[in-house]
Protein backbone atom coordinates (compact mmCIF):
# COMPACT_ATOMS: atom_id res chain seq x y z
CA UNK A 1 0.00 0.00 0.00
CA UNK A 2 2.64 2.14 0.76
CA UNK A 3 4.70 1.95 -2.52
CA UNK A 4 1.08 2.02 -3.99
CA UNK A 5 1.09 5.17 -2.37
CA UNK A 6 4.17 7.17 -3.48
CA UNK A 7 3.43 5.65 -7.08
CA UNK A 8 0.18 7.54 -6.92
CA UNK A 9 1.96 10.25 -5.52
CA UNK A 10 4.76 10.33 -8.10
CA UNK A 11 2.46 10.04 -10.93
CA UNK A 12 0.36 12.93 -9.85
CA UNK A 13 2.84 15.27 -9.64
CA UNK A 14 4.31 14.13 -13.02
CA UNK A 15 0.58 15.56 -14.68
CA UNK A 16 0.72 18.53 -12.49
CA UNK A 17 4.19 19.64 -13.96
CA UNK A 18 2.63 18.18 -17.34
CA UNK A 19 -0.27 20.16 -17.69
CA UNK A 20 1.85 23.47 -16.00
CA UNK A 21 4.30 23.57 -18.42
CA UNK A 22 1.80 23.11 -21.13
CA UNK A 23 0.03 26.35 -19.57
CA UNK A 24 3.21 27.97 -20.02
CA UNK A 25 3.71 26.80 -23.31
CA UNK A 26 6.74 24.39 -22.71
CA UNK A 27 6.28 19.94 -23.24
CA UNK A 28 6.24 18.75 -19.60
CA UNK A 29 7.95 15.51 -18.04
CA UNK A 30 5.64 13.06 -19.56
CA UNK A 31 5.81 14.44 -23.02
CA UNK A 32 9.62 15.10 -23.11
CA UNK A 33 9.78 11.24 -21.77
CA UNK A 34 7.90 9.86 -24.27
CA UNK A 35 9.41 12.02 -27.23
CA UNK A 36 12.70 9.92 -26.32
CA UNK A 37 11.50 7.25 -27.99
CA UNK A 38 11.37 8.76 -31.95
CA UNK A 39 12.39 11.60 -31.78
CA UNK A 40 16.24 13.46 -30.76
CA UNK A 41 16.72 13.23 -27.00
CA UNK A 42 17.39 16.22 -25.01
CA UNK A 43 21.03 15.64 -22.91
CA UNK A 44 20.37 13.76 -20.09
CA UNK A 45 21.36 10.90 -17.85
CA UNK A 46 19.57 8.33 -20.25
CA UNK A 47 22.77 5.82 -20.73
CA UNK A 48 23.28 6.72 -16.98
CA UNK A 49 19.54 5.36 -16.71
CA UNK A 50 20.89 2.31 -18.80
CA UNK A 51 23.43 1.50 -16.26
CA UNK A 52 21.35 1.57 -13.50
CA UNK A 53 19.43 -0.51 -14.88
CA UNK A 54 21.92 -3.32 -15.47
CA UNK A 55 23.03 -3.66 -11.93
CA UNK A 56 19.47 -6.40 -11.92
CA UNK A 57 21.67 -8.52 -15.19
CA UNK A 58 24.17 -11.06 -15.41
CA UNK A 59 27.12 -9.60 -17.09
CA UNK A 60 26.31 -10.95 -20.43
CA UNK A 61 23.00 -10.09 -20.82
CA UNK A 62 24.65 -6.41 -19.97
CA UNK A 63 27.04 -6.69 -22.96
CA UNK A 64 23.90 -7.24 -24.94
CA UNK A 65 21.83 -4.61 -23.45
CA UNK A 66 24.79 -2.08 -23.89
CA UNK A 67 25.57 -3.27 -27.63
CA UNK A 68 22.23 -2.92 -28.60
CA UNK A 69 21.76 0.57 -27.14
CA UNK A 70 24.46 1.63 -29.23
CA UNK A 71 23.42 -0.21 -32.10
CA UNK A 72 19.80 1.50 -31.82
CA UNK A 73 21.48 5.10 -31.36
CA UNK A 74 23.80 4.27 -34.51
CA UNK A 75 20.59 3.34 -36.78
CA UNK A 76 18.57 6.88 -35.22
CA UNK A 77 21.71 8.73 -35.84
CA UNK A 78 22.39 7.85 -39.91
CA UNK A 79 18.26 8.17 -40.43
CA UNK A 80 18.58 11.70 -39.02
CA UNK A 81 21.63 12.46 -40.90
CA UNK A 82 20.51 11.25 -43.98
CA UNK A 83 17.53 12.93 -43.55
CA UNK A 84 18.73 16.64 -42.79
CA UNK A 85 18.22 16.72 -39.38
CA UNK A 86 20.25 19.11 -37.67
CA UNK A 87 21.23 18.14 -34.13
CA UNK A 88 22.79 20.25 -31.92
CA UNK A 89 23.62 20.97 -27.95
CA UNK A 90 23.71 17.07 -27.00
CA UNK A 91 20.58 15.96 -29.05
CA UNK A 92 22.36 12.86 -30.51
CA UNK A 93 22.47 9.87 -28.44
CA UNK A 94 20.01 8.15 -25.85
CA UNK A 95 17.13 6.98 -28.07
CA UNK A 96 18.61 3.24 -27.78
CA UNK A 97 19.17 3.06 -24.11
CA UNK A 98 15.49 4.17 -23.34
CA UNK A 99 14.77 1.56 -25.73
CA UNK A 100 16.67 -1.28 -24.62
CA UNK A 101 15.06 -0.08 -20.89
CA UNK A 102 11.75 0.15 -22.70
CA UNK A 103 12.16 -3.51 -23.99
CA UNK A 104 13.38 -4.79 -20.42
CA UNK A 105 9.98 -4.24 -18.85
CA UNK A 106 8.38 -5.64 -21.59
CA UNK A 107 10.54 -9.07 -21.16
CA UNK A 108 9.44 -8.89 -17.74
CA UNK A 109 6.18 -8.23 -18.41
CA UNK A 110 6.34 -11.29 -20.66
CA UNK A 111 9.14 -13.49 -20.34
CA UNK A 112 9.93 -13.75 -16.42
CA UNK A 113 7.95 -14.59 -13.22
CA UNK A 114 7.73 -14.39 -9.35
CA UNK A 115 11.25 -12.50 -7.91
CA UNK A 116 12.66 -12.37 -11.48
CA UNK A 117 10.25 -10.69 -12.59
CA UNK A 118 9.73 -7.91 -9.72
CA UNK A 119 14.03 -7.61 -9.43
CA UNK A 120 13.88 -6.84 -13.25
CA UNK A 121 11.09 -4.32 -13.00
CA UNK A 122 12.85 -2.51 -9.88
CA UNK A 123 15.56 -2.39 -12.58
CA UNK A 124 13.65 -0.82 -15.05
CA UNK A 125 11.87 1.42 -12.89
CA UNK A 126 15.45 2.32 -11.14
CA UNK A 127 16.40 3.52 -14.72
CA UNK A 128 13.74 4.89 -15.93
CA UNK A 129 13.21 7.11 -12.21
CA UNK A 130 16.58 8.42 -13.13
CA UNK A 131 15.86 10.30 -16.39
CA UNK A 132 12.31 11.05 -15.04
CA UNK A 133 14.20 13.04 -12.10
CA UNK A 134 16.18 14.92 -14.34
CA UNK A 135 13.20 15.49 -16.77
CA UNK A 136 10.89 16.67 -13.75
CA UNK A 137 13.82 18.81 -12.14
CA UNK A 138 13.91 20.99 -15.80
CA UNK A 139 10.12 21.43 -15.43
CA UNK A 140 10.09 22.51 -12.35
CA UNK A 141 12.68 25.02 -13.25
CA UNK A 142 10.85 26.28 -15.89
CA UNK A 143 7.87 26.72 -13.40
CA UNK A 144 9.83 28.69 -11.01
CA UNK A 145 10.84 31.05 -13.27
CA UNK A 146 7.58 31.84 -15.42
CA UNK A 147 5.64 31.91 -11.72
CA UNK A 148 7.97 34.26 -9.79
CA UNK A 149 8.91 37.19 -11.67
CA UNK A 150 10.66 39.03 -8.29
CA UNK A 151 13.41 37.24 -6.55
CA UNK A 152 14.68 37.82 -3.17
CA UNK A 153 18.19 38.06 -3.70
CA UNK A 154 18.76 41.37 -2.19
CA UNK A 155 17.79 39.81 1.25
CA UNK A 156 20.28 36.47 0.45
CA UNK A 157 22.77 39.04 -0.52
CA UNK A 158 22.53 41.27 2.63
CA UNK A 159 22.01 37.81 4.81
CA UNK A 160 25.41 36.72 3.28
CA UNK A 161 27.57 39.74 5.16
CA UNK A 162 27.61 36.95 8.15
CA UNK A 163 29.30 34.73 6.51
CA UNK A 164 31.69 37.22 4.66
CA UNK A 165 30.22 37.35 1.44
CA UNK A 166 32.05 33.88 0.56
CA UNK A 167 30.80 34.28 -3.24
CA UNK A 168 32.86 37.68 -3.96
CA UNK A 169 35.77 35.98 -2.39
CA UNK A 170 35.94 32.64 -4.13
CA UNK A 171 35.01 33.91 -7.53
CA UNK A 172 38.25 36.31 -7.21
CA UNK A 173 40.29 33.31 -6.09
CA UNK A 174 38.61 31.03 -9.07
CA UNK A 175 39.37 33.70 -11.48
CA UNK A 176 43.06 34.45 -10.56
CA UNK A 177 43.67 30.83 -10.95
CA UNK A 178 42.30 30.73 -14.69
CA UNK A 179 43.06 29.45 -17.55
CA UNK A 180 43.32 26.14 -15.18
CA UNK A 181 40.64 26.91 -12.57
CA UNK A 182 37.73 27.34 -14.23
CA UNK A 183 37.50 24.82 -16.80
CA UNK A 184 38.16 22.02 -14.10
CA UNK A 185 35.69 23.08 -11.34
CA UNK A 186 33.27 23.53 -14.63
CA UNK A 187 33.44 19.64 -15.52
CA UNK A 188 33.11 18.98 -11.58
CA UNK A 189 30.48 20.95 -11.42
CA UNK A 190 28.64 19.70 -14.84
CA UNK A 191 29.62 15.92 -13.93
CA UNK A 192 27.62 15.92 -10.81
CA UNK A 193 24.90 13.38 -11.68
CA UNK A 194 27.95 10.74 -13.09
CA UNK A 195 29.72 11.13 -9.84
CA UNK A 196 26.66 10.01 -8.38
CA UNK A 197 25.73 6.81 -10.79
CA UNK A 198 29.51 5.70 -10.19
CA UNK A 199 28.47 5.54 -6.51
CA UNK A 200 25.30 3.90 -6.89
CA UNK A 201 26.74 1.29 -9.02
CA UNK A 202 28.86 0.14 -6.31
CA UNK A 203 26.44 -0.12 -3.88
CA UNK A 204 24.49 -2.26 -6.42
CA UNK A 205 27.16 -3.94 -7.14
CA UNK A 206 25.64 -7.31 -5.46
CA UNK A 207 22.44 -6.84 -6.68
CA UNK A 208 22.14 -10.05 -8.93
CA UNK A 209 24.03 -12.60 -6.21
CA UNK A 210 21.96 -11.05 -3.69
CA UNK A 211 18.77 -11.43 -5.52
CA UNK A 212 17.27 -7.90 -4.07
CA UNK A 213 18.32 -4.19 -3.47
CA UNK A 214 19.94 -2.90 -0.81
CA UNK A 215 17.59 -1.24 1.94
CA UNK A 216 19.21 2.39 1.24
CA UNK A 217 21.15 3.64 -1.77
CA UNK A 218 22.45 6.66 -3.07
CA UNK A 219 19.71 6.86 -5.74
CA UNK A 220 16.80 6.95 -3.15
CA UNK A 221 18.44 10.30 -1.95
CA UNK A 222 18.95 11.79 -4.90
CA UNK A 223 15.71 11.54 -5.96
CA UNK A 224 14.06 12.66 -3.14
CA UNK A 225 16.39 16.06 -2.57
CA UNK A 226 15.34 16.70 -6.55
CA UNK A 227 11.74 16.42 -5.94
CA UNK A 228 11.41 18.56 -2.97
CA UNK A 229 14.50 21.32 -3.17
CA UNK A 230 12.39 23.08 -5.94
CA UNK A 231 9.64 22.98 -4.22
CA UNK A 232 11.28 25.74 -1.14
CA UNK A 233 12.22 27.40 -4.98
CA UNK A 234 8.83 28.29 -5.08
CA UNK A 235 8.29 29.34 -1.43
CA UNK A 236 12.04 31.82 -1.76
CA UNK A 237 12.81 32.53 -5.08
CA UNK A 238 16.66 33.53 -5.93
CA UNK A 239 19.02 33.44 -8.53
CA UNK A 240 21.91 33.85 -7.60
CA UNK A 241 25.10 36.41 -7.54
CA UNK A 242 26.16 36.08 -10.88
CA UNK A 243 22.49 37.07 -12.42
CA UNK A 244 21.30 39.36 -9.78
CA UNK A 245 25.01 41.20 -8.99
CA UNK A 246 26.84 40.10 -12.20
CA UNK A 247 26.52 39.90 -16.06
CA UNK A 248 24.63 36.67 -15.90
CA UNK A 249 25.99 33.54 -17.65
CA UNK A 250 24.80 31.11 -20.54
CA UNK A 251 22.87 33.82 -22.13
CA UNK A 252 20.14 33.93 -19.90
CA UNK A 253 19.57 36.98 -17.23
CA UNK A 254 22.30 39.21 -17.98
CA UNK A 255 23.06 42.98 -16.81
CA UNK A 256 20.42 44.24 -17.66
CA UNK A 257 18.49 42.41 -14.80
CA UNK A 258 21.12 42.87 -12.54
CA UNK A 259 20.71 45.09 -9.06
CA UNK A 260 24.26 46.47 -9.88
CA UNK A 261 27.44 44.46 -11.64
CA UNK A 262 29.39 44.44 -9.09
CA UNK A 263 30.15 40.59 -8.54
CA UNK A 264 32.97 39.38 -7.82
CA UNK A 265 34.92 42.32 -6.98
CA UNK A 266 32.76 44.34 -4.94
CA UNK A 267 30.79 43.36 -2.04
CA UNK A 268 26.73 44.09 -2.46
CA UNK A 269 26.16 47.59 -0.02
CA UNK A 270 23.69 47.08 2.80
CA UNK A 271 20.33 48.97 1.73
CA UNK A 272 17.07 49.19 2.33
CA UNK A 273 15.45 45.80 1.11
CA UNK A 274 13.20 45.26 -1.59
CA UNK A 275 12.47 42.24 -4.19
CA UNK A 276 13.88 42.95 -7.79
CA UNK A 277 12.44 41.76 -10.98
CA UNK A 278 14.35 39.40 -13.36
CA UNK A 279 13.41 38.18 -16.45
CA UNK A 280 10.78 34.54 -16.80
CA UNK A 281 14.07 32.50 -18.04
CA UNK A 282 16.31 32.28 -15.27
CA UNK A 283 15.61 29.57 -12.76
CA UNK A 284 15.34 30.47 -9.45
CA UNK A 285 17.13 27.72 -8.02
CA UNK A 286 19.35 28.73 -5.10
CA UNK A 287 18.07 28.51 -2.01
CA UNK A 288 19.12 25.71 -1.06
CA UNK A 289 21.92 25.23 -3.03
CA UNK A 290 20.65 21.71 -4.47
CA UNK A 291 24.56 20.86 -5.94
CA UNK A 292 25.58 20.90 -2.31
CA UNK A 293 23.39 18.52 -1.13
CA UNK A 294 23.52 16.42 -3.82
CA UNK A 295 28.19 16.43 -3.23
CA UNK A 296 26.68 16.34 0.63
CA UNK A 297 24.85 13.13 -0.20
CA UNK A 298 27.60 11.66 -2.29
CA UNK A 299 29.82 11.88 0.63
CA UNK A 300 28.00 10.64 3.49
CA UNK A 301 27.34 7.47 0.54
CA UNK A 302 30.96 6.89 0.26
CA UNK A 303 31.91 6.69 4.15
CA UNK A 304 31.91 3.09 3.61
CA UNK A 305 33.40 2.52 0.20
CA UNK A 306 37.30 1.59 -0.26
CA UNK A 307 39.87 4.20 0.46
CA UNK A 308 39.86 5.56 -3.05
CA UNK A 309 35.82 6.25 -3.53
CA UNK A 310 36.12 7.82 0.05
CA UNK A 311 38.98 10.34 -1.07
CA UNK A 312 36.81 10.90 -4.43
CA UNK A 313 33.79 11.44 -2.41
CA UNK A 314 35.59 14.37 -0.24
CA UNK A 315 37.28 15.81 -3.27
CA UNK A 316 33.68 16.01 -5.11
CA UNK A 317 32.34 17.37 -2.09
CA UNK A 318 35.11 20.30 -1.76
CA UNK A 319 35.16 21.05 -5.56
CA UNK A 320 31.82 21.55 -5.85
CA UNK A 321 31.48 23.92 -2.92
CA UNK A 322 34.27 25.54 -4.43
CA UNK A 323 32.70 25.69 -7.92
CA UNK A 324 29.26 27.00 -6.57
CA UNK A 325 30.94 29.45 -4.85
CA UNK A 326 33.50 30.38 -7.37
CA UNK A 327 30.92 30.60 -10.58
CA UNK A 328 28.23 32.66 -8.80
CA UNK A 329 25.68 30.25 -8.94
CA UNK A 330 24.98 30.57 -5.18
CA UNK A 331 25.37 32.53 -1.70
CA UNK A 332 27.23 31.46 1.43
CA UNK A 333 23.83 30.78 3.20
CA UNK A 334 22.61 28.78 0.18
CA UNK A 335 25.30 26.02 1.41
CA UNK A 336 24.50 26.01 4.69
CA UNK A 337 21.05 25.56 4.12
CA UNK A 338 21.99 22.83 1.57
CA UNK A 339 23.86 20.86 3.85
CA UNK A 340 20.60 21.41 6.32
CA UNK A 341 18.70 19.71 3.67
CA UNK A 342 20.55 16.97 2.59
CA UNK A 343 20.91 16.01 6.25
CA UNK A 344 17.69 15.82 7.32
CA UNK A 345 16.56 14.03 4.27
CA UNK A 346 19.57 11.39 4.26
CA UNK A 347 18.12 10.73 8.44
CA UNK A 348 13.91 10.70 7.26
CA UNK A 349 15.13 8.13 4.72
CA UNK A 350 16.97 6.13 7.15
CA UNK A 351 14.60 6.04 9.89
CA UNK A 352 12.55 4.96 7.65
CA UNK A 353 14.01 2.00 6.29
CA UNK A 354 14.69 0.69 10.19
CA UNK A 355 11.68 2.06 11.59
CA UNK A 356 11.01 4.92 13.48
CA UNK A 357 12.29 5.46 16.78
CA UNK A 358 12.77 8.28 18.89
CA UNK A 359 16.46 9.11 17.68
CA UNK A 360 15.14 9.23 13.91
CA UNK A 361 12.07 11.39 15.21
CA UNK A 362 14.47 13.79 17.16
CA UNK A 363 17.04 14.09 14.35
CA UNK A 364 14.49 14.48 11.40
CA UNK A 365 12.42 17.31 13.61
CA UNK A 366 16.01 18.87 14.54
CA UNK A 367 17.24 19.11 11.04
CA UNK A 368 13.39 20.30 9.80
CA UNK A 369 13.49 23.52 12.61
CA UNK A 370 16.87 24.61 11.74
CA UNK A 371 16.25 24.43 7.72
CA UNK A 372 13.01 26.39 9.11
CA UNK A 373 15.07 28.45 10.84
CA UNK A 374 17.49 29.19 7.95
CA UNK A 375 15.28 30.37 6.05
CA UNK A 376 12.86 32.52 8.32
CA UNK A 377 15.96 34.25 9.32
CA UNK A 378 17.54 35.04 5.58
CA UNK A 379 13.77 36.36 4.71
CA UNK A 380 13.21 38.34 7.69
CA UNK A 381 16.59 39.22 9.86
CA UNK A 382 18.98 40.01 7.20
CA UNK A 383 20.08 43.74 8.07
CA UNK A 384 20.42 42.30 11.59
CA UNK A 385 22.86 39.56 10.13
CA UNK A 386 24.61 41.92 7.78
CA UNK A 387 24.63 44.62 11.06
CA UNK A 388 26.41 41.88 13.88
CA UNK A 389 28.42 39.47 11.45
CA UNK A 390 30.38 38.34 14.62
CA UNK A 391 27.49 37.31 16.42
CA UNK A 392 24.95 35.84 13.39
CA UNK A 393 28.03 34.09 11.26
CA UNK A 394 29.21 31.84 14.18
CA UNK A 395 25.56 31.32 15.09
CA UNK A 396 25.13 29.86 11.00
CA UNK A 397 27.70 27.86 11.47
CA UNK A 398 26.67 26.22 14.61
CA UNK A 399 23.27 25.95 13.67
CA UNK A 400 24.56 23.80 10.76
CA UNK A 401 26.90 21.76 12.83
CA UNK A 402 24.19 20.81 15.31
CA UNK A 403 22.88 19.19 12.54
CA UNK A 404 25.95 17.22 11.16
CA UNK A 405 26.45 16.06 15.30
CA UNK A 406 23.34 14.87 15.26
CA UNK A 407 23.67 12.65 12.06
CA UNK A 408 26.62 11.46 12.85
CA UNK A 409 26.07 10.82 16.40
CA UNK A 410 22.22 8.93 15.76
CA UNK A 411 23.52 7.27 12.67
CA UNK A 412 26.37 5.30 14.66
CA UNK A 413 23.79 4.43 17.41
CA UNK A 414 22.15 3.04 14.52
CA UNK A 415 25.18 0.69 13.23
CA UNK A 416 25.02 -2.94 14.40
CA UNK A 417 27.39 -3.69 17.41
CA UNK A 418 29.42 -7.08 16.96
CA UNK A 419 28.67 -8.97 20.14
CA UNK A 420 31.61 -10.12 21.90
CA UNK A 421 33.11 -13.66 21.48
CA UNK A 422 32.38 -16.04 24.09
CA UNK A 423 35.39 -16.90 25.84
CA UNK A 424 36.17 -20.71 26.86
CA UNK A 425 35.66 -21.25 30.40
CA UNK A 426 38.85 -21.70 32.55
CA UNK A 427 39.16 -25.64 33.15
CA UNK A 428 40.36 -26.63 36.29
CA UNK A 429 43.57 -28.43 36.08
CA UNK A 430 43.97 -32.24 36.76
CA UNK A 431 44.72 -33.21 40.20
Known amino acids: MLWSAAGLAALGLLVALEITARHYGQPGP???????????????????????????????QRFVAA??????????????????????????????????M?????????????????????????GLL??????????????????????????VATADHALGNPSWVAGRILAATD??????LAVIYAQLAVAAIVVAL????????????????????????????????????VVGPVFAYGPGASGTGGVQWAVANVWPHTPPQITALHTVSYDDLTPRNCMPSLHTAWATAIFIHTRKGPRILRYAGAFWLTATLCATLGFGYHYGVDLVAGVVFALTIEAGL?????GWDRAGIGLVVHGTAVFAALLLSY?????????????????????????????????????????PALQPEPQPEPV
Open 130 to 155: LVAGRKTGDTWLLVTAKAHPSVLDPY
Open 350 to 354: RAADR
Open 30 to 60: ITDQLSGVILAPKPGPLYGGLALMMVVLTWR
Open 67 to 100: GLAIGIDVVFVLVRWAAGVKMTDGHTFGNGALWV
Open 179 to 184: PIGSPV
Open 102 to 126: LGCAVIAVTRRTGAERVLLLKGVGL
Open 202 to 237: YQLRNVVAERRFPRHHLVRTFLVIGLLGPAIYMIFP
Open 379 to 419: RFLPMEMAGHPGVFGPLLILAMTSVIYGYVRTTRLWEPTAA
